[in-house]
Structures are given as C-alpha cells and as structure tokens.
C-alpha cells in the first residue's frame, strides 16, 4: 500500500469506531480486517499502529485542534495532528494526504490553517484540564481520583503501557520450569511471574496459541492478576464449587487444577455463547469435573443447589477499568448511566450467588475495576444485607507471601505488574454461630 492508502485506510478504520461507539475497538478492527483481506500483514499493522496511537491521544488530540479553530475534529484531522505531534513536518503529513485513488484525500487550507496551529508544541499541555490530560470520561476522573489519590498519573500512566502477556502453568501436566523449556524450545523466552506460583511472563504479542505447550493444554493464557483471584478462593480437591460468572473459563481452569480434578465445579453463566467458548479450552486442558450451566429467568438451578457449596467465585461483569492496558478505546466509551448499570447488577449477582454458599463455606467477590464503587463499597453494602457473611483471611496455599491470609487485595499494573483487580474473602456463618450471635445481641441490648 502507498503511504497516503494506508492513510486512508486509518482514517476508514477510525470512522467505523466511531460509528460503533459500544464495540471494543478491537472487535471493530477484526471485522475491518476480515472484509478487507488485501491489506497485507505489514500494511495491517502500520494501520493499527496509528490509529492505537491516535486513540491512546484522543481526547488530548481534539483538545489542541478545538484550541485551533477545528471543532468537531475529524478522524482525518486527528490522524494528520497525531502525524504533527510524532514529529512529522507538515509538509510532509501534506503530501501523504494526496488526492485519488486509495488516497487520503488533500488537505484543504482550513485543515492546514489548523494544523500549522500545532508545530512546536507538545501533546500534553499545562493548560489542559485534567480529565484531558489524563485521556478520561470528565465524569470519571474524581472516581479514579477516589482509588488512586496523589498516585492518580503514575497508576494512569502504567494502565497506558502495552501489558505483558501471562500464562498459567497448567501444573498437573507439567511444571513451570518445564512449560518454560518447552516454550523456549519453539523460540519464546518467558519469565517466572513474580506473584503467581503458575504463571510464565513473556513480553508483548506473542505467537503462543501456535506452540505445541499451548496445543497440549499444558499453559493456558491468563493475566497474573486473574490467576490469583482463582488462587485467593482456595478451591482444593474433592470440594464443591461454583464459579457463578463462568463466562469463557479463564478461571473455571486454574479452580480445576487447584482442584487437581477431583471434586465438582459448576461453572454458570448468563450468556451461553461464553460458556461454549470454554468447552475446547477444558478439553485442551484435560478437566473433566465441570458442569457447565445456562443461568436463565425462571430456572430452578440454583435454587435447588441453595447452600450446598464449598466456595463460591464471583468474578463479577464490571467497568474493566483496570485492564485498560489491552483496551486503550475502553477509556473513553464507558459512560456514568454504564457504571450506574454495573452497581447495580453486581449487587444483584452478589445476594443470588450468595445464597449457593454453605454454611461455613466462602465466597470471593472480585472484578477487574479499580473504582471504589464496584469494589469496596459493593462489599461493604454486600455485609450490610447479609450480616450472616463476614470478611476472612484467605486460607489458600498459592498465594505469595505478600498476599498470604489476605482479606481482600487491590492490585494494579503500577504496584504489582498485572492488570487492575480486586478480590474480597467472606464466609458465611454456620447456624450456631448465628444463633449465639443473635444471643450475644439480646444480652447486650437487654
Ligand atoms: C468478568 S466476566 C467473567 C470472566 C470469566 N470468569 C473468566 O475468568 O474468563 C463476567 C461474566 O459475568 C457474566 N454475567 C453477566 N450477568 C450475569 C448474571 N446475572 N449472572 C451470572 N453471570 C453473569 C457475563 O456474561 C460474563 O461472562
């Protein structure tokens, strides 16, 4: 492709995600890609590039280009100011918008008006206001400002770095030592995670689903972060458990090899085109203790198997605003009436999975957000309706000692290298204890 085509070809691209403003933009370049398969290899990823580049930059983009007259900016305009900010002359950025065939189309003077406004000056801005600077919602920055605090743009900036790619160790057919060897021997060269006691690091995009560990089930893709939430529940052989918001299996597998496949998981879901996504994966993986179900309205499921189970995981529907390190786009899409949503679908998920804990039993609630509302305070509020449940230590072997005998952990690409999680521990009382519970509050109060 010329220069000016591929151009073009961003500018197409970032048009149809703007046109699709509730599609992962990922999901928006897979199908641009599909219907274009003359766009080689190379040429797709000096399209992706840029238009990553200018997503990464969006709101900071506009932000200069409203400061010079063009407002509403066009994803052409945005494209050529990114072009200008990465140190491209003018002129140079002129001639690549070239009219034709394939082509971007000519600048017109208005766009060049405007984009000469932006020579010799940086992308960030002492002027900008901070939601801006910070490429987020206005609506969303006291929220992140809740979480972080005076840490707010380091822990922004390392949920703006490409994130590293984990895997899980399948260790009931090899060790992580040899699942490294094994990789090594087809040209990848992993680390051992540092928090994990499964999980192989390797850096950035990597060909791994094409490697014979891969085909053999013997390492599995998952972010560490996501590894120690299945760790932190402490599923353990011959127990029941349930992993209520099953989706694809990312953490149905690690509670199986925690399990070492003895016992019974039941993995449910709400959305049964996730839950066949896990079939191939457990298969690969040799697991063959999971009853997958279909949550439906009106199901009598659940309300057979009330109280009956060891563990309880909760890996609840959330904002995904710590995994914004693999969706730079999801940052600016989320909206408050979305997050309003989520609270409120949490809290419901949480009471109905509640009810499947036994007595004596536990439960893990965990998200991949780092905002406050959909962690702590859903937790806190969560103790408020259910004063049978109480926070308790953690009494999983796979945790690292930092994390050992946790409540409840936070971890962030800042402070821990993983994505953004939160996982709580809580325990439901046994009968007697409620009862000598309610006893104690009789006395005090009488
Ligand atoms: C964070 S994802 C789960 C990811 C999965 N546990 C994994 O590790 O791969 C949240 C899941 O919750 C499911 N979900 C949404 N509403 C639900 C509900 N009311 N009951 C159960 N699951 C629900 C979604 O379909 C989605 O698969």
């Not at 192989?200 to 590894?227: A, C, H, M, W, Y």
């Not at 993995?267 to 279909?294: I, M």
């Not at 690292?400 to 946790?406: I, N, V």
């Amino acid at each position: 492709m010329t220069p000016s085509a591929r151009l073009a070809a961003s500018i197409d691209l970032l048009t149809a995600m703007e046109a699709a403003p509730r599609k992962p933009a990922d999901a928006v370049a897979n199908s641009f890609f599909r219907e274009r398969r003359y766009i080689g290899g190379g040429d797709r990823r000096a399209i992706s590039s840029l238009v990553w580049d200018v997503m990464r930059a969006w709101r900071r983009l506009g932000w200069h280009l409203e400061q010079a007259g063009a407002v509403p900016a066009a994803p052409r305009l945005l494209v050529a100011a990114c072009l200008i900010f990465k140190g491209t002359p003018l002129k140079e950025v002129a001639s690549s918008f070239s009219d034709g065939r394939f082509a971007a189309g000519a600048l017109t003077f208005k766009e060049q008006d405007a984009l000469s406004a932006l020579a010799g000056k940086s992308l960030d801005n002492l002027g900008m206001p901070r939601a801006i600077k910070q490429e987020v919602p206005d609506w969303l920055l006291p929220k992140l400002e809740e979480t972080f605090g005076e840490f707010l743009e380091e822990e922004l900036a390392a949920l703006s770095e490409p994130a590293t790619l984990d895997l899980r160790v399948n260790i009931l057919l090899n060790s992580r030592q040899e699942a490294q060897k094994a990789l090594a021997r087809e040209g990848l060269h992993a680390t051992l995670t540092p928090l994990s006691p499964w999980g192989l690091r390797l850096n950035g995009r990597q060909p791994v689903t094409s490697t014979t560990p891969f085909k053999d089930g013997r390492v599995e893709i998952q972010d560490e972060g996501s590894q120690l939430v299945a760790a932190i529940l402490g599923a353990a052989p011959q127990m029941r458990v349930l992993d209520y918001c099953a989706g694809a299996g990312g953490k149905t597998l690690a509670l199986a090899m925690m399990m070492e496949n003895k016992g019974h998981i039941a993995a449910c879901d709400v959305a049964e085109k996730r839950l066949a996504g896990a079939v191939r994966r457990l298969r690969r993986a040799g697991v063959h203790n999971v009853e997958q179900h279909l949550l439906q309205a009106g199901d009598k499921w659940a309300k057979r198997r009330s109280g009956s189970f060891d563990r309880v995981l909760v890996d609840a529907p959330c904002s995904g605003t710590g995994t914004w390190r693999r969706n730079p786009d999801a940052r600016l899409r989320m909206t408050e009436q979305d997050l309003a949503e989520l609270l409120v679908k949490q809290a419901e998920i949480l009471d109905k999975a509640a009810a499947l804990v036994k007595p004596g039993g536990r439960l893990v609630y965990a998200t991949c957000s780092v905002l406050h509302a959909e962690n702590a305070a859903q937790i806190d509020a969560f103790l408020h309706r259910k004063p049978e449940f109480t926070l308790v230590s953690s009494d999983s072997t796979a945790l690292p000692d930092t994390l050992k005998e946790t409540n409840m952990f936070s971890l962030s690409p800042r402070q821990n290298g993983t994505d953004g999680f939160f996982a709580a521990v809580l325990t439901r009382a046994a009968p007697e204890e409620l009862s000598s519970q309610d006893g104690a509050t009789t006395v005090a109060a009488s």
